[in-house]
């Protein structure tokens, strides 16, 4: 019988970045989510039900990178699941690094400039190191939904999550190297030897060796 999953990807990405995650077909039916526009005023739970609607299956396994990993746990609450994976990303909200609480509590992240997310073209025509060039190049290619009212919503909603009881259940993936989600902040999770925040494109054939054992 096969185990349906379903995968969603980090804040504005596409979920191309499964791309190379392979799983057994025997086993396993991959299913890839996408982000959608947020409605006006919709919170993070109504949001999380809407997207839910496009989960058609039962008893199914849900991973999620980054902010994507935070959607998925609410997203439980409206479906029939079986197990639940997030990569890069927090399961309470006691886990936030500092400078996002800082943030949160100073309300500085609503005056970050998200829209300049827009002229990564511009940028690239910059006189820029290889090291940039590559970066933009990559974001260029994952991160597809550069709408400025997605990017304020989901800013907002990642530093004011509440969740003070993780899911015991719940299975964190964590690289050591994260910047985004520092590991020294997280508890309980399996650590990524040298993992990135971005580590489910660059380390992805240790998701291909290890994903199908924790999927079981």
């Known amino acids: ?7 969603m990807p980090g804040m504005a990405a596409s979920p ?6 392979k799983l057994p077909e025997k086993h396993f039916e991959m299913h890839w989510l996408s982000w ?3 409605e006006v005023g919709e919170s993070l739970e109504d949001y999380a039900q809407r997207m839910a609607k496009d989960v058609i299956h039962e008893n199914i396994i849900l991973i999620g990178v980054s902010f994507g990993g935070i959607l998925v746990q609410e997203m439980k609450k409206f479906l029939n699941v079986k197990k639940v994976i997030i ?17 949160r509590d100073t309300s500085f992240y ?9 002229y990564l073209d511009q940028i690239e025509r910059l006189p820029v190191g290889n090291t940039i060039r590559k970066r933009i190049e990559l ?6 939904m550069n709408n ?10 990642v530093l004011n999550w509440k969740n003070a009881v993780p899911d015991e259940d719940l299975i964190h993936i964590q690289g050591d190297e994260d ?17 990135t925040h971005i580590m489910i494109l660059n380390r992805y054939k240790w998701f291909n060796e290890h994903l199908p054992e924790l999927l079981k």
């Open 87 to 103: 990569i890069s990303s927090v399961k309470s909200h006691t886990e936030l690094p500092t400078h996002m609480n800082l943030a």
């Open 139 to 144: 974001y260029k290619n994952y991160m597809v």
């Open 110 to 118: 609503k005056i970050l400039p998200t829209g300049l997310l827009n």
């Open 16 to 21: 191309r970045i499964f791309e190379r995650i």
């Open 179 to 195: 910047i985004v989600f520092p590991i020294k902040n997280i508890t309980n999770c399996i650590t990524i030897k040298g993992g």
């Open 1 to 7: 019988m096969l185990t349906h999953v379903y995968f």
């Open 148 to 157: 400025k009212t997605y990017l304020d919503w989901s800013i907002d909603k």
């Open 36 to 38: 959608k526009l947020p």
